[in-house]
């Protein structure tokens, strides 16, 4: 498995970055961490042109607060963002679920935006930034712009991003007093791609559950203050609304139960922290 | 911005193991065969190459990286630590190495030098693992001789042994 020959460019400056994207009309393509782009050009899933590797731009390092939200930079690497000393006290769920990202010897150089580049649907840091609310920040040439995480991951590895343009950053809101939040997900084996993954954000007004590994993408609902079996009968409507993929893992019936009692045990977790 | 073209060969330098080393990478070319074809250093070995597997686990400027999810030439300018340098001597093992050999903790070797690599790192930052701990990390390995379990009291052992002052040295 070797991958099929391309010109590699080594930016150092988002101008240089923006002119090669622009340049290349889609046959170019981001290096960050390479977790997930070196094993594609590997199989030759993918055949850039261009790889163009944006970890020595400096504006793209770091881990910033603004207002409210927790900015992470492009060349930000997953275990930079784990072992980030204000990450529990600013955002519990991501402290909740990077440790279920890959394995420490891949989180090490994967990065935080890379794995919303990816768009997996079972990827934890996509369903993290669904569930609360998050944005991609995305850059070109000729200026910038933001989108939800609602609106940005649609389909199987498939985003809104164009093909000029860059993720320079993705906004997690940071925590808010009186929010309590809970993390599970279902594998084989601590690591492995997550069959199902659910995370829940609870407040005093109801609950925002998403959903991973199930459908082509990330789903997010939010349920309004559901007790008993109330709550059960929202799930399973729910679960029955989600287009749930089959594969060699696990079947869509399976898939759809997983989401009924992970999602029960995340809901009621995420209430019981609010307490 | 340095452009290098698809169809040539690049200078790549790096630090390996404390050395200057250099050689010629294409573009596409993966760390571990720059590693094992250019700079003949054949320590890391070559498993799934794409990630999955542990094998070819090594260290980039102290981080722990797959060289076969790393193209050579991300690697230019780094301090690169493969499996070659754990040894304090020729004819002397490692604190961590001499542990596995004493609890059999491998048999083929094909996943040795990776496991090593990870452990050895481990085992710098995390000085008193559980064996719940060990487990988990190694997760990121695959052996398929061992079952593990002497990997794990190898692992516990060498930890001890460093607690109690014994070095490399």
Redesign the interface.
């Known amino acids: ?13 988002l101008a ?1 970055v923006h002119d090669v994207l622009a340049a290349e009309c889609g046959e170019a393509a981001v ?1 960050a961490g ?2 997930s782009l ?2 594609l ?3 030759r899933m993918a055949r850039p ?1 261009v ?1 163009l ?1 944006i ?1 020595r731009i400096p504006e793209l390092a770091g881990i910033s607060l603004d207002g409210d939200t927790i900015r992470v930079g492009a060349a930000v ?1 997953q ?1 930079e963002l784990l072992a980030w000393s204000q990450l529990k006290a600013r955002q519990p769920l991501l402290a909740l679920t990077l440790p279920w990202v ?5 989180r ?2 994967g990065t935080v935006c890379g794995s919303v580049a990816l768009a997996d649907p079972s990827a934890e840091i996509p369903l993290t930034l669904l569930a609360l609310r998050g944005e991609v920040e995305l850059s070109t040439k000729a200026g910038r712009r933001r989108v939800a995480a609602e609106d940005f991951f649609q389909g199987l590895m498939s985003t809104a991003r164009a093909d000029d343009e860059l993720i320079e950053a993705i906004r997690f809101p940071c925590g808010r007093p009186g929010e309590g939040h809970a993390f599970r997900e279902f594998a084989r ?3 492995d791609f997550a069959i199902v993954a659910c995370a829940a954000v609870a407040d005093g007004k109801g609950v925002r559950l998403a959903v991973g590994g199930v459908a082509d993408r990330p789903v997010a609902r939010t349920f309004a203050g559901l007790g008993g079996s109330m709550l059960g009968q929202a799930l399973d409507a729910f679960a029955h609304e989600l287009e749930a993929r089959e594969d060699l893992h696990a079947t869509a019936a399976y898939r759809r139960e997983l989401v009924r009692q992970l999602g029960r045990q995340v809901i009621e977790e995420a209430r019981r922290c609010r307490a | 911005m340095p452009r290098l073209s698809a169809d040539q060969r690049h200078c790549v330098r790096l630090t390996l193991n404390g050395r200057a080393v250099e050689g010629e990478a294409e573009p596409r070319m993966l760390l571990t065969d720059f590693l094992r074809h250019v700079i003949g250093a054949t320590g890391t070995h070559v498993g799934c190459e794409h990630g999955v597997c542990g094998a070819c686990t090594i260290e980039i400027d102290g981080a722990l990286a797959r060289a076969c999810l790393t193209l050579a030439v991300q690697a230019d300018g780094t301090s690169v630590r493969t499996v070659e340098g754990l040894a304090p001597e020729p004819g002397r093992l490692s604190v961590l190495q001499a542990a596995f050999r004493r609890h059999h903790a491998l048999q083929c070797g094909f996943c040795t030098p990776g496991i090593l690599m990870s452990l050895d790192h481990y085992l710098r930052s995390h000085p008193l693992p559980t064996e719940t701990d060990v487990r988990e990390f190694l997760g990121g390995h695959l052996c398929r001789c061992t079952g593990y379990v002497p990997i794990i009291a190898a692992a516990l052992d060498a930890a001890e042994r460093l607690r109690n002052g014994e070095t490399d040295a």
């Open positions: 498995m070797k991958p099929a020959r391309f010109d590699y460019v080594r930016a150092d400056s240089e290096i390479g977790q070196v094993p050009l590997s199989m042109k790889v590797d970890m690497r275990a890959g394995h420490a010897q891949t090490a150089r084996r601590h690591g």
